[in-house]
């Protein structure tokens, strides 16, 4: 019901903002209330104070008081409708009553029409300078932080941290199996990256170590990990299009996707793949191997084109609600459903695999029933369409449940030079790394003795910048429809995601943000 008004008062606020005709444009930064710091409110203009009840005050020649925890200005106080009743006049904002604190820097001025023009923010991030955004807008190179390590032929992508952390309120843990990572000696080199128009707010990054057993893998299957050996590939797999064995039998790049439905972006397929069990083992499990399309960046990124100059209310009406309000979208896109054929011939579920990021390859375990009988297993995966880049799918024999060891960096550098504050912040469950653009960090850490299999576990959110481009899309009825009525706005968005499909991930990987 919160939601529901909230989402009412912005719609409602949209509009009057709209009616005033203000063209000028923002350059948005957020920051959460806790982490309020001269240094990280810089010195823009202005500062836009997003409270707890729902009002706005937007104030210009502010001061940040760090003893009581104050900003003072000159500035206007708005409703939840964003209706002023007050002139231009000093004002005190507590940082306790605010949930996220905007800052704000014109940067191109085509009308003003007083206060009020401080409603219509943005960015001054446009695509123009990147041709392959320009011809795909939705299809910009972006999903927080990504990190490298030598796979045994120098840097090679291991993960992605937190995709699906787009708001503060968002903030998670994310575990990433570093699947092809080959440490030459006591200590690993891990280089985070932010390749992206983002702001990443960075809480810890460290490796989690497991011994291998012998010629084996350690996998994880939720919080808890396994020891895994004798990985059998399918000896035929079946999908909609076709044959798929070839494409699932190895991690070796050659994945299987399917493409979007023309009408639900939501519709799921079943693909059906079939094992020899593995003889003598008395535990057996499913090793799946994937990441996402960009169905979701496309979404995430339609969904900000919609909110528009709007977005700091959006944020600070996510802020204030809790994630459970904005769920729909990808509750409707799903996991890959994993079920197996049982003694009467039925496929029951007995799980699930899916972390949101379409850059980096998971790899994750779904424990199966010791039931199951016969030299066969029969598995089928059920997934939305167009959603998965699926690269290996395999029956593992499945040993003792292993401990990792956790480890936090030693040393951090950036620029090839010594950044303890940077570890120091790695490190403080009370502070954030903030990265932006083309920053790069070198994370070393001590490894144990022994073959290790490495995790890495990182925490954290990030915020998107806007762009340009996205503005002239602006349509908060249609984002309003994406939090109310996600399915009914997957079916309406199926036929735009179709005409963008083929370009996607050319257009992705050419327009990364260029770093080193």
């Not at 900003?71 to 009553?97: F, I, N, P, Q, T």
């Not at 375990?365 to 089928?380: H, K, N």
């Not at 503005?471 to 706005?489: K, N």
Request: proline residues 5%; negative net charge; aromatic residues 8%.
């Amino acid at each position: 019901m919160e939601l529901m008004r909230g989402l009412r008062r912005v719609l409602l606020g949209s509009a009057l903002a709209a009616s005033v005709a203000c063209h000028t444009v923002y350059r948005a930064r957020f920051v959460a209330p806790r982490d309020v710091s001269a240094d990280k409110l810089g010195d823009e203009p202005f500062v836009k104070c997003h409270l707890k009840n729902g009002h706005v005050v937007v104030l210009e020649a502010w001061k940040y008081d760090e003893v009581d925890r104050t900003l003072r200005g000159y500035g206007v106080e708005y409703d939840e409708l964003r209706v002023s009743h007050s002139a231009l006049e000093a004002k005190v904002v507590k940082l306790d009553d605010v949930l996220l604190v905007e800052t704000n820097r014109p940067y191109e001025i085509y009308a003003s029409s007083g206060a009020i023009a401080t409603l219509a923010i943005g960015t001054g991030a446009s695509l123009a300078g990147t041709v392959m955004c320009a011809v795909n807008t939705k299809a910009c190179f972006g999903s927080c932080p990504t990190f490298f390590a030598d796979d045994g032929h120098g840097l090679a992508l291991q993960a992605e941290g937190f995709s699906g952390s787009v708001a503060r309120a968002l903030e998670a843990t994310d575990v990433d199996a570093m699947w092809t990572v080959a440490p030459s000696g006591p200590t690993l080199d891990v280089v985070m990256t932010n390749d992206a128009l983002e702001t990443h707010a960075v809480a810890s990054v460290r490796l989690l170590a497991a011994v291998r057993p012998h010629g084996g893998r350690v996998l994880r299957a939720g919080t808890r990990y396994f020891a895994a050996t004798r990985a059998t590939p399918p000896t035929w797999a079946h999908a909609p299009s076709g044959d798929a064995t070839d494409a699932l039998r190895a991690s070796d790049g050659v994945e299987y996707q399917s493409l979007a439905s023309a009408t639900d972006l939501a519709e799921r397929e079943d693909v059906d793949l079939r094992f020899a069990r593995p003889a003598g083992a008395k535990r057996v499990g499913l090793l799946v191997v994937d990441r996402n399309s960009l169905l979701n960046t496309f979404l995430f990124y339609q969904a900000l084109a919609f909110a528009g100059s709007r977005i700091g209310d959006w944020m600070a009406l996510l802020e204030r609600n809790g994630k459970s309000g904005f769920r729909g979208i990808g509750a409707l896109l799903g996991d890959i459903d994993v079920s197996v054929r049982d003694a009467s011939g039925r496929f029951a579920r007995v799980g699930s695999v899916g972390e949101v990021g379409p850059i980096a390859r998971e790899a994750e375990l779904v424990l199966l029933p010791d039931e199951m009988r016969g030299p066969d297993v029969d598995v089928r995966l059920t997934m939305t369409r167009g959603n998965w880049r699926v690269d290996q799918v395999a029956l593992v024999e499945v040993g003792d449940e292993v401990r990792p060891v956790p480890l936090d960096p030693v040393a951090v550098e950036k620029d090839g030079k010594p950044d303890e504050n940077a570890r120091r912040a790695l490190l403080d469950p009370n502070r954030h790394l903030v990265t932006f653009p083309h920053d790069a960090y070198t994370l070393r850490f001590a490894l144990p003795l022994g073959d290790l299999e490495l995790f890495l576990e990182s925490r954290g959110y990030y915020y998107e910048w806007m762009r340009d481009e996205w503005l002239r899309e602006e349509d908060p009825v249609a984002f309003a429809q994406l939090v109310l009525s996600p399915a009914a706005a997957l079916r309406r968005l199926a036929p735009m995601y179709k005409r963008l499909e083929p370009t996607m991930q050319r257009v992705f990987w050419q327009s990364r943000v260029p770093r080193w």
